[in-house]
């Protein structure tokens, strides 16, 4: 067995307030629902790719995602999930919106195009009340499926579950960061391959 710690190979966020609007290179990634008094401004859902063409061919153990959470709109502690994107290969950072997945192009659905029954089914998670380091979980399922049916890439749609009326949201550290968000992934590599140094250590 080994264990690597990927970084986000590109990541953005979509705002149904800003139905066409990009926003690429965030200072950070955002999900949840914004509200300005008591006027709902709109939900926003993260999206994320992952590369996993390092550990191609092998099979996961574990896998775990972690984020550096800077800011916490409302109490904290309500119901999260990450749910694979249809379209890992599809969506463009520097144009995806709650409408389009690139320029042109609209998401089947507005807001992402996601599964959630799977398999792999999605991760249903609490987050926390606190900023600092977060840990979720129980990603080996989509981490395989990335693996074995994507092309090695594991993107993700994250999303609150509930929209409680008031500011419920959660912001972390872009890929362009110091404290980017990565999954960590503990798997066995293919019979007879070579375990390189880069397979040990960090993938960013």
Sequence with gaps: MAVITIVATRDTHLHSGFQDASQESPTFIVHGFDYVGDVKSGAI??????DLSAIAASTVNTALLRRTIRGIGGAGGTNGRLSRCTRPADWVEAEATWRNYRAGNAWTTA????????PPAAVTYTEPIATGLHTITGLAALAQDALDNRG???SLITRILTDTGVDNWYEWDP???VAPWEVEIDYTPPAGAAQTDLMRGRWG
Excluded: H, K, Q, T
């Design 111 to 118: 807001g992402g195009d996601f599964d959630d029954a799977g």
């Design 152 to 154: 090695n890439l594991l």
């Design 175 to 177: 890929s362009e960061d």
């Design 45 to 50: 859902r993260a999206l994320v790719n992952f």
